[in-house]
């Protein structure tokens, strides 16, 4: 058989299965159906030839019919030696208008190829490593930031101001009349937490416990509330409480707080270190990482199969449905989500994935098990117990083959940063941590 080349990945093969070859073939498996087959009014293995033809006939010769194309699709492929990305599409070939009947039935067989990948020169390829050192200064800024979120609250008497969390009364009216949602009694925010919107905050801003304000407040046009959306608001606020932040000590019985058993302050801040290096680290990995697929994605030179774009999509969609569910809502499995919403991350994907198994391929950077090992291994110390999160790991395959994709990935990012053009890239930590934020 013939392979027409459609494109640079399409391939078109026509696909002949001779008639009387399946007729053999259906009468045989509808003799074995007739042994075991079960049907009112005759005992088992009783049952005419005739009736199991007209009830099981169809079906049997469908599965017949599949089974031939595929061994042939299947034998075209293996002679040829391609490699096939997805699944072939078969479809019946249409009978030229005036050709006698023909003694076998014919099909089309259409399916894409994996491309050949073509890597330019890896000197062009820009890459960013992106660096952030822990001092004393990001050790100091994390240990308020876990003060912060041990503080407790004290009423103060004086005027409310950003950072205070204040409990009021308010009422909120749209030309005179109250709407839905814009009413609340002993409602608590903090201001500056951006809870509320910046013109609510502004509103409760310099008022003292039993103060009252009349403000306005413009909605945003896509605020989620659809009635108030795009509309200005007249409010009436009045503050029964207002209180200051009270920060914990940094002293011994805060060290216990945060684990260190015997208070030792110089422990803490030796575990806050240890602790931030590792989340820095994660960080700036991530972002070296992504620099390094950005230019290896602008290095490859290869056409994606759509098959695989197609796959991909499906795969997104479902975990999009799944996300909801998991959100709480309540999600139909036939919910249409648009092929554009996963069009070009499925590309992505798919490209990355094929670039990456072509370097993984050409130069051995398989991950191998002592570096699945010692990722797991750093990986556990951020627990209380390193060696049960071992033992989780190393109890499944699947999270095996999980933690391998991960040094993979690692793997090929170190030899791309091997071949590319560097260039290092401090970023401070304030960056670093709210970008990911």
Not at 147 to 160: E, F, G, L, M, Y
Not at 298 to 313: G, M, S
Not at 365 to 385: C, G, P, T
Request: hydrophobic share 40%; with cysteine; charged share 30%.
């Amino acid at each position: 058989m013939q392979i027409e080349q459609v494109s640079a990945l399409e391939r078109r093969v026509q696909i002949s299965v001779p008639l009387a070859e399946i007729a053999k073939e259906v009468e045989s498996r509808l003799k074995r159906l007739s042994r075991s087959v079960k049907m009112q009014g005759f005992r088992p293995g009783k049952v005419p030839l005739k009736l199991v033809a007209q009830n099981y006939g169809f079906q049997v010769q469908n599965e017949v019919v599949s089974e031939r194309i595929n061994d042939a699709v299947s034998k075209v492929i293996s002679d040829a030696q391609l490699r096939v990305a997805g699944q072939p599409r078969v479809e019946p070939k249409a009978a030229e208008e005036g050709s006698e009947a023909s003694e076998s039935a014919n099909f089309i067989a259409t399916f894409e190829v994996f491309p050949e990948i073509v890597f330019g020169d890896w000197k062009t390829a820009e890459v960013e490593r992106v660096e952030s050192p822990v001092t004393d200064v990001e050790i100091d800024k994390t240990i308020e930031i876990l003060r912060k979120q041990r503080q407790t609250w004290a009423d103060v008497d004086r005027a409310a101001e950003d950072g205070d969390r204040v409990t009021c009364d308010f009422v909120g009216r749209l030309d005179g009349v109250e709407f839905e949602g814009g009413k609340a009694q002993d409602f608590v925010f903090v201001i500056g937490a951006k809870q509320m919107l910046p013109e609510f905050e502004q509103g409760a801003l310099g008022l003292k416990a039993g103060d009252s304000r009349t403000f306005s407040m413009s909605f945003p046009a896509d605020y989620h509330g659809k009635d108030v959306a795009g509309k200005t608001a007249e409010f009436d606020i009045t503050i029964k409480a207002v209180a200051g932040s009270v920060l914990p000590e940094v002293d011994a019985e805060f060290a216990k707080q945060l684990g260190v058993e015997d208070g030792d302050l110089s422990k803490m801040r030796d575990d806050v270190r240890t602790n931030l290096e590792r989340e820095i680290g994660s960080r700036t990995k991530a972002r070296t990482k992504d620099s390094v697929m950005n230019a290896l994605l602008k290095v490859a030179e290869f056409e994606v199969p759509k098959a695989l774009i197609e796959q991909d999509i499906e795969r997104l969609r479902e975990m999009a449905r799944n996300d909801l569910k998991q959100r709480g809502m309540q999600v139909d499995d036939s919910l249409p989500f648009p092929d554009e919403l996963f069009q070009a991350q499925a590309e992505r994907r798919v490209r990355l994935g094929l670039a990456i198994g072509e370097i993984v391929n050409r130069n051995g950077l398989n991950a191998s098990q002592d570096q699945v090992r010692l990722h797991i291994e750093d990986f556990a110390k951020s627990y209380e117990d390193p060696a049960s999160v071992m033992a989780w790991y190393f109890s499944d395959r699947k999270r095996l083959a999980d933690v391998e994709a991960v040094v993979l990935e690692d793997n090929v990012v170190n030899w791309v940063l091997g071949q590319a053009n560097v260039t290092e890239k401090a970023v401070s930590f304030d960056e670093l941590m709210n970008a990911a934020n």
